[in-house]
């Protein structure tokens, strides 16, 4: 299986000196991205913590980013997988022009991408109407518009990092299986899939990640309800309004409970040599 | 460079030679005029204030006047981390504590308007909405401003008053997030201010009702503490509450001061 190659141990490099050009960066780097985490440690409610943690609300609020996350992830996964797929294994004309239309929600302001979002699946909407005439369904203010909204502005991440991995993989395995008789989608499922697995791995992680601390578009498209729209930064934003503190307290456990899942999986599923 | 850039820097050009000329005498610049403002103001300002700091630049020559709009809570935050702000104008006597608490007012804050809440709905009124008891029919979708921004501590203060219960589909986090769902026609009502209402009438129709006047917001306006021309920024908090002033708030909507 050729997936082994990729988790086997590389013989260890000789210890040189590293350049002084590149560590000072570096570090200032790391710094940077760090100090403003260490300001939120520094400014935290610590002796009214366990109350703050205790609240309702709060719980409520991380259990539905955890499970809309998730589900963004799911459909992401699900969409995003065949669609890198197709733009690194199949030619046709336009390619760079979608190429270039997926990374559209990386660009476009979460805000606006809400905003699309309602005058396609709105309920005066492209498809919203018809949705809601032919089935009764309305998407927007519901927990199914919030996984919808992550979904947009998540997909992206998905998609361009398994079009990486699918680039990077060496060809000959596909090519060897097809001269073999497989078909293309036996090649795909038995061959280039477990090939670019932690590709996946590594692009569901950013993807979820992303999802996890979405703002713009779920508040402009599926509102800010508790225990149906509200995740964790809408709690997080409106807390800020009256209560900085509180803020900070739910900002830290999003934190704490995204790292912990990002450090699990990446330990067990995205093998980083 | 903008043009109000350049003219800035004309002004300090102005301002410089004017110095050398007087050198060695007088105050510096202890007359209003040659300096800049720079206003922190709510968001439901912004058109109001944006014409009132036209206004304001045209009458003191030399003078510019810079906006930040935002939330007043965001913008108070903001002023406390140390925001180089010279004048709050906050949509609630609440935000603006949070700034004359803090110790970064120079004096006492006054009210600059009043404004209140009306019932906001899409064109042609789809819900047919026409009092505060439509919103609580089950297929009248309703946004309303969150508890914790000002314009939703109004709506909590009206319904009570009122005596009435209603489940959202959504609680925004600011009016203009409450508009923009009624502008899409996504909900059949929201609470908005009057003056919110008033400056999306193209596709927006407003339905008074009764139960706001025991919900009125005072706007309260302050130089801070940290301005850097005290003798402009004061110039522009005059302006806004003259006569002049007060006729660009009226025709947006907003209610004059109480006497």
Known sequence: MPARDVAAPRPARPRRRVPLALLVPAGLGLLFLVLPLAGLLARAPWSTLPQRLTEPGVLTALRLSLQTATLATLLCVGLGVPLAWLLSRVEFPGRRLVRALVTVPLVLPPVVGGVALLLVFGRRGLLGSWLDAT??????????????????????????????????????????????????????????????????????????????????????????????????????????????????????????????????????????? | MTVRGIRAALAGLAALTLGLAGCGGGEPSGQAGGGRVTVFA??????????????????????????????????????????????????????????????????????????????????????????????????????????????GAATVKALDAAGIRLTPATLEQDVRGALAKVRLGEVDAALVYRTDARAAASDVDAVEFPESAGAVNDYPIVVLKRAGDPADARAFVDYVRSDAGRAVLAAAGFQPPQA
Request: net charge negative; charged share 15%; glycine share 8%.
């Open chain 1, 135 to 273: 089935f009764g369904v309305t998407l927007p203010f519901t927990t199914a518009g919030v996984v919808l909204a992550e979904a947009f502005v998540a997909m992206p991440f998905l998609v361009i990092a398994v079009e990486g991995a699918l680039r990077g993989a060496d060809p000959r395995y596909e090519e060897a299986a097809a001269t073999l008789g497989a078909g293309r989608w036996t090649t795909f499922t038995h061959v280039t899939l477990p090939l670019v697995a932690p590709g996946i791995a590594a692009g569901a992680v950013l993807c979820w990640a992303r999802a996890l601390g979405e703002f713009g578009a779920t508040i402009t498209f599926a509102g800010n309800y508790p225990g149906r729209t509200q995740t964790m930064p809408l709690a997080v934003y409106l807390a800020l309004e009256t209560d900085p503190p509180a803020a900070i307290v739910l900002s830290l456990i999003l934190l704490t409970v995204s790292v912990a899942i990002l450090a699990g999986l990446r330990d067990r599923w995205v093998s980083a040599p």
């Open chain 2, 42 to 151: 709510a968001a439901s300002l912004t058109e109001t204030f944006t014409r009132l700091g036209r206004d304001f630049e045209a009458a003191h020559p030399g003078t510019t006047v810079a906006f930040n709009f935002a939330g007043s809570s965001a913008l108070a935050t903001q002023i406390t981390q140390g925001a180089p702000a010279d004048v709050f104008a906050a949509a609630s006597p609440a935000t603006m504590r949070t700034v004359t608490d803090a110790g970064e007012a120079s004096d006492t804050p006054v009210t600059l308007a009043r404004n209140q809440l009306v019932i906001a709905v899409p064109e042609g009124n789809p819900g047919r909405v026409s009092g505060l008891a439509d919103l609580t029919r089950p297929a009248v979708k309703v946004a309303l401003c969150a508890e914790q921004v000002p314009c």
